[in-house]
């Protein structure tokens, strides 16, 4: 499930180019029985199975030794924090990472309570494992290390990256199904256009995600734009 990570894209060409390095640990290869269990009945009843404790901290162990000192074990986790942009940064700021990916119910508690530096989850929905869910993670965070991105001022004005969605793009040709690119981009005035694209910024958070806008600090200039937006929308 890794390995297109390394062959594709921004995070397969930071790979190929030394970046970055990942390196996926097998805990069914710390299992102590010929068929690799790694899981088994919970305790006090109930459906499914739970992930044992000792191959998956040998596994982590083992992980540990591959990364830089200092590199957090992160357990992908419903319970966990939501991860988010600001979380990405930070890992991206770090030597390394350990991400464990679980299954099944779960894991044994007292390998998170012995194990776990932090727990973080990337949504409030149920998938089969934490493998997907850590891809998502190294993708967002890899792409923000240093190097690993041709133009670094395109992260400074990705979605979230402010606190705010993205601001609306287009190219060419000019008229696509009938909608023309906004005049205001088409001018040359950089000044307007920046206004304009920090408003279309505004605006729409505002409109979609009302709760990142709640967590922004705003400026005069920010209120003025957002209170444009909004009349213009009234108007439309």
């Known amino acids: 499930m ?5 062959q594709f894209g921004v995070v397969g060409r930071a790979i190929r180019r030394n970046l970055a390095r990942v390196t996926p640990v097998d805990p069914r290869a710390f299992a102590t029985d010929p068929h690799g269990t790694v899981d088994d009945r919970p305790y006090g009843g109930g459906p499914g199975m739970v992930i044992r404790v000792e191959p998956f901290a040998t596994a982590i162990k083992a992980a540990r030794g591959q990364v830089p000192s200092g590199s957090p074990v992160v357990f992908l986790s419903p319970q966990g924090k939501a991860f988010d942009q600001a979380t990405a940064q930070r890992y991206a700021g770090l030597p390394g990472l350990v991400l464990v990916a679980g299954r099944y119910e779960g894991f044994d508690e007292r ?4 194990a776990a530096d932090e727990e973080v989850s990337v949504g409030d929905f149920v998938m089969s494992g934490g493998e997907i ?5 190294m993708d967002a965070t890899l792409r923000l290390r240093p190097g690993v991105l041709g133009d ?9 990256a402010t606190g705010l969605l993205d601001y609306p793009h287009y190219t ?5 199904h009938g909608r023309p690119v906004p005049r205001v981009l088409m001018e040359g005035n950089h000044e307007a256009i920046r206004r304009w ?11 979609r995600r009302p709760d990142l806008l709640g ?3 705003l400026s005069d200039e920010d209120r003025r734009l957002l209170d444009e937006f909004r009349a213009e929308q009234r108007v439309t």
């Open 111 to 114: 390998l998170i309570e012995s």
């Open 172 to 176: 060419r040709p000019e008229v696509a």
């Open 2 to 6: 890794f390995a297109p990570l390394a």
């Open 152 to 160: 670094e001022h395109s992260v400074e004005e990705e979605s979230f």
């Open 133 to 137: 869910a850590a891809l998502a993670i």
């Open 197 to 207: 694209r920090r408003k279309q910024a505004l605006g729409r958070t505002s409109l």
């Open 215 to 217: 967590n922004t600090e």
